[in-house]
């Protein structure tokens, strides 16, 4: 009767940290000033650190599973979060397609963050009293970290949309670029265990009061959106994200250093 | 033999000279990452096993398989060979757990303890951070994400000093 999560939903939650992690992570290097290179350094770190954590959770799943031959193993014949990670191609990917579009100017960068950011510290909240300890505790340990990534990208959004006549414009541009993208948090085609029309009500509160500070109209649900992120049907920047981060794995099958 | 009999309390002796890596001045017993030490020996074994439950402190945290490596040195050094490192993630680690040595240790290294309890909903408000080299209140954020996962950076109004502060979490 208890819950058990689907070795699906685990990979979900994983894509989902694992590749917002990876664009954050470009900019490392390449931040507007020290600090703020190194926020998004820490920001990507926390992301990387709970794909891995979901990432051995689904392959602890799919090691007790019967025929695991659908999934990429191991030399030893095992699911690991390696082999997760490097060895799925794109339509075996379930993030949210908002979270691979490219960075584009700093406005795509922290709204993006802001969107995904406030969407995570809701579905944490929920994941993290789950009845399944390990979902729990994965979930209460990133929730703290979530909670610090709105908090960031909320003061620079606001900070942009209060700025410059071109930091508002950015901002603005950067809001038509990914609005059309919010809806997949809310189809839940996994079906996690969350309330989604409460976390829905609650994100576009957050949201819209700072759209308000940020002098952008109040943002409204979209009657049409992108989708396809859960089910395996990418934009064609997965791929390039993919082909940069498992070209190792791939060239040089079981390469360790 | 001598080993045969270890104790637990030994084990906890020795963790107490396991430093941190990012902060060196603090032990892992300082920062509340050991949850529980456990000795057992079965009767064919001629060494014990010993057990060292941890919890990572940030998610992402590179130093999390740096601590347990030193850890297993620490023990091995002190001639335990058999160390098995267990890491829990519930519950989830705390700046509440550092101790009070821990905190006062920070402050004497440069870096400002952290201010209030991890679970306060003002956690992330405006909290006041005194500045730990010349005490002054008048201090002022100059970046939410510091040197390392952990710390944020302050400036000193009075001293003029930037200082590290450890995040509440
Ligand atoms: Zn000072």
Request: hydrophobic share 40%.
């Amino acid at each position: 009767m208890s819950y058990q999560p689907t070795v699906s939903q685990l990979i979900h939650l994983a894509d989902n940290a694992l590749i917002l992690g990876h664009r954050l992570s470009e900019w490392c290097g390449h931040g507007p000033a020290l600090e703020q290179d190194i926020a998004l350094s820490n920001i990507a770190l926390d992301y990387v650190g709970a794909a891995r954590n979901w990432y051995q959770l689904a392959a602890n799943q799919i090691n007790s599973l019967q025929d695991k031959a659908a999934f990429p193993l191991n030399a030893q014949g095992e699911a690991t979060e390696d082999t997760l990670a490097y060895l799925r191609d794109a339509f075996d990917f379930k993030n949210f397609l908002l979270l691979e579009l490219p960075n584009g100017d700093w406005a795509v960068t922290t709204l993006r963050l802001l969107l995904s950011a406030s969407y995570q510290q809701l579905l944490l909240q929920q994941l993290s009293t789950n009845e399944h300890a390990d979902v729990a505790a994965i979930a209460a340990k990133s929730l703290k970290e979530v909670t610090y990534h709105v908090r960031w990208s909320e003061d620079w959004v606001k900070r942009l949309g209060d700025g410059t006549d071109e930091s508002h414009q950015r901002l603005q541009a950067a809001y038509h670029e990914l609005w059309p993208y919010i809806g997949e948090f809310w189809e839940n085609k996994l079906a996690l265990p969350i309330d989604i029309a409460s976390m829905q009500a609650q994100w576009l509160a957050k949201i819209n009061q700072v759209f308000e500070a940020s002098h952008l109209p109040q943002g409204v649900l979209p009657t049409w959106h992108q989708t396809g992120g859960t089910e395996g049907i990418h934009t064609e920047h997965l791929g390039y994200i993919l082909a940069e981060m498992q070209f190792l794995q791939r060239a040089y099958p079981n390469a360790e250093w | 033999m001598v080993t045969n009999t270890i104790s637990e309390a030994y084990v906890w002796e020795l963790l107490a000279q396991v430093n941190d890596p990012e902060v060196p001045v603090l032990s892992v017993l300082d920062l509340g990452i050991v949850r529980a030490v456990t000795v057992s020996l079965t009767a064919n074994e001629n060494a014990p096993q010993v057990t060292v439950t941890i919890t990572p402190t940030y998610t992402g945290c590179p130093a999390t398989d740096l601590i347990a490596m030193n850890i297993r040195l620490g023990l091995l050094q002190a001639g335990i060979p058999k160390v098995n490192i267990q890491t829990v993630l519930s519950p989830a680690w705390t700046t509440d757990w550092i101790t009070p040595e821990g905190a006062a240790k920070l402050k004497a290294y440069g870096i400002a303890p952290p201010v209030g309890k991890s679970l306060d909903n003002a956690y992330l408000e405006d909290i006041t951070v005194p500045c730990p080299r010349c005490g002054s209140n008048d201090t002022q954020l100059l970046s939410a994400f510091g040197s390392t996962a952990c710390k944020a950076l302050y400036q000193c109004s009075d001293c003029k000093e930037p200082f590290d502060y450890f995040k509440c979490h």
